[in-house]
């Protein structure tokens, strides 16, 4: 039972880590509770039991959707439904704390560019059992964009408080880092196996999950309500 708990952390350590995001997000949620970041906690969890659900579709059949043993162990559905989820999130975040009204209908546009994209991408692929991969790419470019366009803004802002101090700042640097390579390694991973295995995307996908998350968690213990924007 102990080694197949330390099988389980060693091979899924994101799962804890989401956790305790939500724990350290919960602890500090004094301090953004009056943001835009105000739904952050439910977004986490929302995470975290999404990978929970995947792992257990995965390798456990009580939970499995389809019948069909060739199709038994697909849980890409649920992740496709969280990414569209995740990337309307914090565009709707960007498009709140943004003060440009052109980079707002530049967002605006992007979320529209992105719906579509999805939806075209439905007509090639079946979402309950092959990733809407086109249209997660196209989501992380409006993504990237509304990050850089948060960055422009506070670069000319005059703030006397320090960044480091700014939990958006850290939550856009972790998303922007994240972003920027996972869309086309997860498409890798469910078009060329062996360029998977080859390149091992899958560490390379679970460090920047760290990376991302230690960000999170540096700006949730950083975060000052009066930095923040």
């Not at 162990?73 to 709140?96: D, E, G, V």
């Not at 605006?108 to 992105?114: A, H």
């Not at 850089?148 to 922007?176: A, D």
Request: hydrophobic share 50%; aromatic share 26%.
């Amino acid at each position: 039972m102990v080694q197949e708990l330390y099988t389980f952390l060693k091979d899924q350590y994101y799962l804890p880590l989401y956790l305790l995001t939500w724990l350290i997000s919960v602890f500090t949620y004094r301090r953004y509770f009056d943001t835009v970041l105000k739904y952050l906690p439910m977004f986490i969890a929302y995470t975290f039991f999404t990978e929970l659900l995947g792992y257990f579709i995965k390798y456990y059949e009580d939970f499995q959707f389809f019948s069909d043993e060739r199709y038994a162990w697909r849980n890409i559905i649920i992740y496709n439904i969280y990414q569209i989820i995740t990337f309307l999130f914090f565009c709707r975040i960007y498009y709140k704390t943004i003060q440009s009204k052109q980079y707002k209908k530049w967002i605006q546009y992007g979320v529209i560019l992105m719906l579509l994209g999805y939806v075209i991408n439905i007509f090639f692929k079946n979402p309950f059992y092959e990733g809407l991969f086109y249209g997660d790419i196209v989501g992380s470019w409006v993504l990237i964009m509304s990050i850089i366009f948060y960055f422009k803004e506070k670069r000319r802002e005059i703030n006397p408080y320090p960044q480091k101090n700014n939990l958006l700042f850290w939550i856009s640097l972790g998303s922007l880092i994240f972003y920027l390579t996972v869309p086309y390694i997860l498409m890798i991973g469910h078009t060329n196996a062996n360029l998977w295995f080859y390149l091992h995307l899958r560490s390379a996908l679970l460090f920047l999950i760290l990376v991302m998350y230690i960000l999170f968690i540096i700006g949730l213990l950083l975060g000052q309500r009066k930095a923040f924007r």
